[in-house]
């Protein structure tokens, strides 16, 4: 069965085993906050008070732990596409979406790079929170090109790309704030018809 990222959900679980999974990913989160997705899954799993090993079996590999860890980001993304399809001004709800996509994946430092990655291996575990924003994005984006806001050349992977690109852009210049706003202005200028 598939969680609301196509991420699998865990079998039913022992007690314990549920606990481990829990502090596995509340450590995670914590690391990933801290030092950037690229922070030690030894690190994560001594916070978490087990071993790498158990680490492992929950999640077999970084990006299915990556995945887990921002599954609840993504449902919000997701729930927020949902909401903006019905926004009276197509394109002004792509805009708001995308905003929200760039602050999602200046979270955690890392992130906007292994999201620009997944799109080189669509397999990887990240692809599973991958396909869905794909999906929403891409029905606010027909609705604003329908709606003769957006060019019709515009597809959702390039504005995704370009969102990640952004996110990373600004995580390496924290010292200027309006770093992301500016390039995404720049940005969506593009995206209209002429």
């Avoid at 549920?18 to 922070?39: Q, V, Y």
Wanted: net charge negative; hydrophobic share 45%; with cysteine.
């Amino acid at each position: 069965m598939a969680g609301t990222t196509g991420t699998p959900e865990p079998r039913a679980m022992r007690a314990d085993a549920r606990r481990n999974r829990e502090r596995l990913l509340t450590e995670a989160r914590a690391a990933f906050a801290e030092h950037g997705t690229d922070t030690s899954l030894e690190d994560v799993a001594r916070r978490a008070g087990v071993g790498i090993g158990t680490l492992y079996r929950h999640f077999p590999s970084r990006q299915a732990l990556m995945s887990a860890v921002f599954e609840d980001a993504v449902s919000e993304l997701l729930a927020r596409s949902r909401e903006l399809l019905h926004d009276p001004e197509p394109c002004a709800a792509l805009v708001t979406w995308l905003r929200e996509m760039v602050t999602h994946a200046s979270e955690y430092r890392g992130l906007a790079r292994a999201l620009m990655a997944v799109s080189a291996d669509p397999g990887s575990a990240l692809a599973g929170c991958s396909t869905p924003i794909h999906e929403a994005g891409g029905a606010l984006l027909t609705r604003a090109q329908g709606a003769g806001a957006v060019r019709h050349d515009v597809a959702i992977s390039d504005l995704l790309k370009l969102t990640h690109a952004i996110a990373l852009a600004a995580e390496e210049s924290p010292a200027d704030q309006d770093l992301a706003d500016r390039l995404l202005r720049l940005t969506l200028q593009g995206l209209k018809e002429a």
